[in-house]
């Protein structure tokens, strides 16, 4: 099992506290593996085995408690009287109504809670607000380049930044990809599982959607168009010139249906001089570089964009919020926060060309404010450089330098 320190210390930071964990995620991007990383934590602290319960919704064997009700009385059975007991259930949406049970379980004064699930439905705002103040939610997202350089390094540390992040491009993040690794068909095999797995039961089934012809031309459209404005509309009426007469409105259900399930996410454009959020034409980008390539395996994707794909990936870890920036007719790659505290990303394979250079600092330059911009590069040249206020980075170093 790959080590994942960052989110364990988050779990280490709420246990014993009366607050539900929810590790909310794409499927396989290693929720499961997490839970029982932390189980062995737990143990080693001298927690009895009998004190952890855990109960995969997934698993056929547990079909009986995918009822709310049969699901509370197994736990409230199996509870160690006297001790804080651990009760980790995977894929909580498999249960209807769970939060109900949840509720009672809450009640309980010996109980830490901790719950898994690969869609966004189960925490709808109806949810949040009957569970308000009562839960934090951990996004666990597939493999960081420093994961999974760290993965694929091994012992005898035999593989180089730049030979990984060829392999972090080509064959994306998921956990279980780094130790397939030199088996094309076997990687194929492995993404292609997952994609239509996500597909048919966090998307089509949950969201009752009966035309996948047309969710897998919205799926193609997108990962076709990473990077780029597209809204809706416009996937509505290129869909409709090509043939395929369809409205915006099921777009847009549909649409929601795939960030729900984590395989893509939305980035709204901010108006950095305005300071408001705008609610057109934001950008889509994808939970895995290995998944885009699946999808448009007839063509290699741009290297940039694969590039701009990994950096927000890489803010999402970081901040809490990210947002395509607009300043007037020009545009910023990335405007990161936490809280008040902003920075400004601009992303390019390359700035060796002068044109390019000026290109790609021309949005950070008029920039009136003090806060961080950073423009990430694979140049090794010119690392490090500080050009009035903008700060040259190269992407590897950027990528390694942590995860805190």
């Given at each position: 099992m790959i080590e994942r320190p960052v989110y364990l210390k988050q779990l280490e930071k709420w246990r014993d506290k009366r607050i539900i964990k929810v590790i909310s995620g794409i499927r396989r991007a290693g929720k499961s593996t997490l839970l029982q990383l932390f189980a062995q934590r737990l143990l080693n602290d001298d927690v009895l085995p009998q004190q952890?319960?855990?109960?995969?919704?997934?698993?056929?064997?547990?079909?009986?408690?995918?009822?709310?009700?049969?699901?509370?009385?197994?736990?409230?059975d199996h509870i160690l009287p006297g001790k804080m007991n651990y009760i980790f259930i995977d894929e909580i949406q498999n249960c209807p109504s769970f939060e109900k049970a949840v509720d009672s379980l809450l009640l309980k004064p010996n109980i830490d809670l901790y719950l898994t699930g690969s869609n966004a439905y189960f925490l709808s705002s109806e949810l949040a607000t009957l569970l308000a103040g009562r839960y934090i939610?951990?996004?666990?997202?597939?493999?960081?380049?420093?994961?999974?350089?760290?993965?694929?390094?091994?012992?005898?540390?035999?593989?180089?930044?730049?030979?990984?992040?060829?392999?972090?491009?080509?064959?994306?993040?998921?956990?279980?990809?780094?130790?397939?690794i030199g088996d094309e068909d076997a990687v194929h095999t492995y993404l292609e599982g997952i994609y239509n797995t996500i597909l048919i039961k966090d998307v089509a089934q949950r969201e009752r959607i009966r035309d996948i012809t047309l969710l897998e031309n919205i799926i193609q459209t997108l990962a076709s168009n990473l990077g780029s404005p597209i809204s809706a509309k416009r996937i509505a009426d290129t869909l409709t010139s090509s043939g395929r007469k369809v409205s915006h409105l099921t777009i847009d259900r549909y649409l929601h249906a795939l960030t729900d399930a984590f395989i893509f996410y939305h980035v709204p454009r901010y108006d950095i001089k305005g300071?408001?959020?705008?609610?057109?034409?934001?950008?889509?980008?994808?939970?895995?570089?290995?998944?885009?390539?699946?999808?448009?395996?007839e063509k290699e994707p741009g290297l940039g964009h694969q590039l701009e794909?990994?950096?927000?990936?890489?803010?999402?870890?970081?901040?809490?919020?990210?947002?395509?920036?607009?300043?007037?007719?020009?545009?910023?790659?990335?405007?990161?926060?936490?809280?008040?505290?902003l920075a400004y990303y601009q992303v390019s394979a390359s700035v060796l060309d002068e044109r390019t250079r000026t290109r790609e600092l021309a949005p950070l330059k008029r920039l009136a404010d003090n806060y961080p911009k950073i423009l990430l590069t694979l140049d090794t040249i010119g690392r490090d450089t500080n050009d009035g206020g903008i700060i040259q980075r190269n992407l590897l170093d950027w990528l390694l330098k942590g995860e805190d």
């Open positions: 952890i319960i855990e109960i995969n919704l997934e698993d056929l064997g547990n079909e009986s408690l995918r009822e709310y009700h049969a699901l509370y009385r197994f736990i409230e939610e951990i996004r666990l997202y597939p493999l960081s380049f420093a994961e999974f350089f760290r993965a694929r390094r091994g012992p005898q540390d035999t593989v180089a930044a730049d030979r990984a992040f060829a392999d972090y491009l080509r064959y994306g993040s998921f956990p279980y990809v780094a130790n397939l300071r408001q959020y705008l609610k057109n034409l934001g950008k889509y980008y994808i939970a895995d570089t290995g998944l885009r390539r699946l999808l448009i395996a794909n990994i950096v927000y990936l890489e803010l999402i870890r970081r901040y809490s919020r990210v947002n395509i920036g607009k300043l007037d007719n020009t545009e910023v790659d990335f405007v990161a926060s936490n809280g008040d505290a």
